[in-house]
């Protein structure tokens, strides 16, 4: 099994730009977390999907986050228009509803 | 919400010595994993262990949830344990809630 599969893994974007963060679970799995880890504030759940529906986005920050999950193989975490504070590393991390969670590899997102 | 305590926040050893990590949760829990950040960021499953205890070559971990703690052990250390160890719980009160609450991880420095 190739894991939880993330892109990109780096990415600088200007501030007002729009940023499109991917990830594909591993098969099988029906649960999909988007995580955000900063020095600051560790790392933090922003939502999570279960067969595809959004559970509990009670962490995504603001209006301009915005995750979607059109199937069970795919991903989006998108933010528009992106700040500078947004600057962190995203991570995907997908289960079996209540079994063991395993992370991606991160994308380390850079908004100048 | 559930609260996750890591002791200590950090430890120093010296290459082949053994060690001992704690984290206390304030809650009954359906699932309970530990993670190794290691320097390049990547996370990586080390245990599946809402109770009993489990070992995989030099690391070991018991979870006892009747006392709602669990321990990492790390015997026989390596330079490449360093990194930050998480321990993260699902609470089992909350039906329906299949998110992970991590503590704030216990950095771990193996020197040569």
């Known amino acids: 099994d190739a894991g939880v599969i993330q892109s990109p893994r780096h990415e600088v974007t200007e501030m007002g730009q729009e940023v499109t963060l991917r990830c594909k679970p591993i098969s099988g799995h029906n649960s999909l977390f988007w995580y955000r880890q900063t020095m600051m504030r560790g790392l933090e759940l922003l939502i999570y999907?279960?067969?595809?529906?959004?559970?509990?986005d009670s962490g995504m920050p603001e209006d301009r986050f915005s995750a979607k999950m059109p199937n069970a193989s795919f991903s989006t975490l998108k933010i528009q228009p992106s700040e500078p504070r947004d600057s962190a590393v995203y991570f995907c991390a997908s289960s079996l509803t209540s079994y063991e969670q395993y992370f991606g590899p991160g994308t380390r997102l850079t908004v100048t | 919400g559930i609260q996750v305590e890591q002791s200590p926040p950090d430890l120093i050893l010296q290459e082949g010595a053994n060690s001992t990590l704690r984290c206390n949760f304030s809650?009954?829990?359906?699932?309970l994993q530990w993670f190794h950040q290691n320097p390049w960021g990547q996370l990586i499953n080390l245990f599946y262990?809402?109770?009993g205890t489990k070992q995989n070559g030099r690391l070991s971990a018991t979870t006892v949830a009747t006392e709602r703690y669990s321990l990492l052990y790390i015997s026989s250390s390596q330079t490449t344990d360093s990194g930050v160890y998480f321990c993260a719980v699902e609470p089992s009160f909350i039906s329906n809630d299949y998110k992970l609450s991590f503590g704030a991880g216990t950095t771990v420095t193996v020197r040569a």
């Open positions: 999907f279960n067969n595809n529906v959004p559970i509990d």
């Open positions: 809650d009954s829990v359906n699932n």
């Open positions: 262990i809402p109770s």
